[in-house]
């Protein structure tokens, strides 16, 4: 059985056990058939909302807000990070710093951003912005460090000035580790995005989430995370793909 | 060391070729005794002050033009760290390394490395790794695809111009980089134990293929080998190193033809001289 | 030993690059202390000046950017009247008890889900059907299902830290190299002792890193929970101190937090080098 089948009837199983689950809740009653929708709730509630238009809005503004976000912070971990990870004397004075933000959950600075920024959308793009720099930061400084010195070796007995061992050597070996870094940045950013817009927000897949909750709609809830987790895999594949792509030359069969 | 005395660190300016031997096609033009590489009394120490341990000691070697010399000696000898010396790869602690009588303290051009990983860039094609000197030199795109092309032929690779590193068999990826190297049109090859890692079959063939490179290219060769075969084999002159700290124990001029045959008793005789010698610096290693 | 000058141009010398790569020599460890402090120094200083510019300059409302001395302030002040230790036990109470019954249960089902086939088949599409949809996004399930009491937190930390752990743990099992199994069964080891002897430990090297990021994930969502529907808590703090800008309580709570992240890390950390003493031998 080919892995894509078997995906598939599992996911058909764990389907049907949770229609089978709701189902066989709301007959006995054994909790409050509100709180645990069936799969066909759960997509009546999506499709109404599709219908109304709403649903493209919600998604379109928290993609907004994680690919600014997500863009400023890339720009900023790329151009730090590459001369981070050149400069010794900037690494070690920027390390301290970053270890002293590291441990602080990014989501205890939100409120902070709620007060800076207002409640509008610049404070979402900030929140996520700041987020995903410091480990896309790291990760990058990281990467460009790790350049292995007998390539360089090998470059500079090939005639390889310092300018064309940065331009030759260290930015095309270090490109797989900046790749995976941006890819974390972007993980990171869908991850937060929800949390940040509980809290100060009228539009956006976060708020649809908590507005289930406001008005006790359990289905909405679901949808919503399962639309996020479905947009997730989605964006999560589509970087899977431009990665191998970029990184033909790693696994050319 | 008695015996040994009169041939360590005075007088070890190796006997230049005879002239019979690996002039090929050129006649006796070139100058016998024109000196390549010079080292002068080279030492090198790792570690942080106070607690450094010599590698090298007083290493005084002269190469000549074209000429092939193998450093022979025991794990730890030191003879890596001599060609990363020559190379511009690392700083001696003292002394000095010339090139046609210029100092020498960063890696160029002028000298090419084969190494013992290959060491190709992996994300360019086999074409893109053998051009990669030439891209920098500024060569046009046809020019630069001319002498790939030819190079590639050289070490029989020219149906892989356009696999990557990741597809290609150890062999494979050595000759690419001595394609690489050899493309440079560098004067000075340096190898450190570049068949190391092959197989045994592998590493004979690679053997026969840089003779017959040599034997076409005649450039000027310092080879690091703790095979003595392979030292025999394919140098004019081989130069044995103590355990380590490294300084130069005995020198071997080769009087063999360029074409050599591993199993003729002339061949086998530099074998016994050589494996006796380095056998005395190896029992110091493992007593 | 030749002069590097790596020291005085910025980007490493090729030297220098030659002989060591992009890290350069090794910055010598006086140095090395000496930029460090140089650098948190400049950042406090960095700090102070741009909250100092700001009262200064009238560029807006100073509330907005305290200095460091006013943030401290605010933490001592909390400590001192004494309300501090009420937050930090909330959190730390919420962040234990949801990790452990996380850490419980990943590695409760973990462990036999990495020996046993069958039982990987079974929990593996749920699990993979859960991961993608970021934990965050449940939390107002929890709420929903169980209120906005202790129980809805300590389950959704649970549900959180689950997953990545759950899967760490089968990782750890099944990246064991079968011949470690086959020595030791040639040697007698079957079953529990198998189990005890052999995938244990060589699964735990994995296993506790796995633990130490699920309690990083414990820290990185706690704050989101007691932001809605919490009394007590570094999180509710937080979030409190929106009401009336009070900036400083805001920064020195979060600081508080990173705080007890980085003693929660450093104390794993500590139980790793203890239980994986074979790793590294001084």
Aim: net charge positive; with cysteine; aromatic share 8%.
């Amino acid at each position: 059985m080919s892995s894509a089948v078997t995906r598939f009837a599992a996911l058909l199983a764990v389907l049907s056990l949770w229609a089978a689950i709701a189902h066989g809740n709301a007959r006995l009653g054994v909790v409050n058939p509100v709180l645990l929708p069936t799969p066909a709730e759960v997509v009546a509630v999506g499709v109404q909302s599709a219908r109304d238009g709403e649903l493209l809005r919600h998604v379109l503004t928290s993609l907004a807000r994680v690919a600014q976000g997500f863009g400023l912070a890339a720009v900023a971990a790329l151009g730090l990070g590459i001369v981070a990870g050149m400069c010794a004397p900037l690494r070690l004075m920027v390390e301290p710093v970053v270890e002293f933000v590291r441990p602080i959950p990014p989501l205890a600075f939100l409120p902070m951003f709620l007060v800076w920024f207002g409640l509008e959308e610049a404070s979402k793009v900030a929140f996520i912005g700041y987020t995903t720099f410091f480990p896309m930061f790291v990760a990058i400084a990281a990467s460009v460090l790790r350049a292995d010195v007998m390539l360089l070796r090998a470059a500079a007995s090939l005639g390889a000035s310092r300018a064309d061992l940065i331009r030759r050597v260290v930015l095309p070996a270090s490109l797989p580790g900046i790749i995976v870094a941006l890819r974390l940045g972007v993980g990171l950013a869908l991850f937060v995005i929800v949390g940040a817009e509980f809290m100060g927000a009228d539009a956006g897949l976060g708020h649809l989430i908590m507005e289930g909750r406001t008005f006790f709609n359990p289905a909405q809830i679901v949808m919503g995370a399962l639309l996020l987790g479905l947009l997730g895999s989605l964006i999560n594949a589509l970087l899977l793909a431009a990665e191998r792509r970029a990184l033909r030359w790693r696994a050319a069969a | 060391m008695a015996g040994h005395t009169s041939r360590e660190r005075g007088g070890l300016e190796g006997a230049a070729p005879a002239p019979s031997s690996k002039k090929g096609l050129e006649g006796a033009a070139a100058a016998p005794s024109n000196k390549k590489i010079q080292i002068r009394r080279v030492s090198k120490s790792f570690g942080a002050a106070g607690r450094t341990a010599p590698a090298l000691v007083d290493i005084d070697l002269e190469v000549a033009d074209r000429e092939f010399v193998c450093l022979l000696g025991p794990s730890g000898c030191g003879k890596s760290t001599l060609l990363n010396i020559v190379a511009g790869f690392l700083a001696p602690s003292a002394g000095t390394v010339l090139v046609d009588g210029q100092a020498v303290t960063t890696p160029g051009a002028d000298r090419g490395v084969v190494f013992q990983e290959y060491v190709l860039f992996p994300w360019l094609t086999v074409a893109g790794n053998v051009e990669f000197g030439l891209v920098l030199k500024g060569l046009a795109a046809a020019q630069r695809r001319a002498v790939v092309a030819r190079y590639l032929d050289l070490v029989g690779l020219g149906a892989h111009a356009e696999k990557f590193p990741v597809q290609l068999s150890g062999g494979m990826k050595q000759r690419v980089a001595i394609a690489r190297a050899l493309a440079n049109n560098p004067a000075i090859i340096l190898m450190d134990e570049p068949f190391g890692a092959l197989d045994a079959q592998t590493r004979e063939v690679l053997q026969d293929e840089l003779s017959r490179i040599q034997r076409l290219e005649h450039k000027t060769i310092l080879f690091v080998t703790h095979s003595i075969r392979e030292a025999v084999y394919l140098a004019d002159r081989v130069v044995v190193m103590t355990s380590a700290p490294g300084r130069l124990k005995q020198v071997f001029p080769i009087k063999l033809p360029d074409l050599r045959d591993r199993f003729a008793p002339e061949f086998t005789q530099y074998e016994s001289e050589i494996t006796r010698v380095v056998k005395e610096e190896v029992a110091k290693v493992h007593p | 030993m030749n002069d590097r000058a790596g020291a005085a141009s910025l980007v490493t010398s090729l030297p220098a690059l030659m002989e060591a790569g992009l890290r350069g020599p090794a910055v010598p460890a006086g140095r090395a202390w000496r930029l460090r402090l140089a650098a948190v120094v400049g950042f406090l200083a960095l700090w102070s000046l741009a909250s100092g510019l700001v009262v200064l300059l009238r560029l807006f409302n100073p509330i907005f950017l305290p200095g460091p001395w006013v943030v401290v302030g605010a933490v001592i002040d909390l400590a001192v009247k004494g309300q501090l230790w009420g937050h930090v036990a909330a959190t730390l109470e919420r962040v234990v008890l949801g990790f452990a019954t996380g850490a419980l249960l990943a590695v409760g089902l973990g462990l036999p889900a990495g020996y046993f086939r069958p039982l990987r088949n079974l929990v593996e599409p749920i699990v993979e059907l859960l991961r993608p949809i970021p934990p965050l996004a449940m939390l107002p399930l929890f709420i929903v299902w169980v209120g906005i009491g202790e129980t809805s937190k300590v389950g959704f930390i649970t549900y959180a830290t689950f997953f990545p752990m759950f899967l760490t743990t089968v990782h750890a099992v099944r990246q064991i190299d079968p011949l470690l199994l086959r020595a030791a069964q040639s040697l007698g080891a079957h079953r529990l002792s198998l189990f005890a002897r052999v995938i244990l430990p060589a699964a735990l090297p994995d296993l506790l890193t796995g633990l130490r990021l699920g309690l990083a994930l414990a820290f990185f969502v706690i704050v989101i929970s007691e932001f809605i529907g919490a009394e007590q808590g570094l999180g509710f703090l937080i979030n409190d101190g929106r009401n009336f800008f009070l900036v400083p309580q805001m920064l020195g709570a979060a600081i508080v937090l990173g705080l007890l992240g980085y003693a929660g890390n450093a104390l794993v950390r500590l139980g790793e080098r203890h239980l994986l003493r074979w790793q590294s031998p001084s």
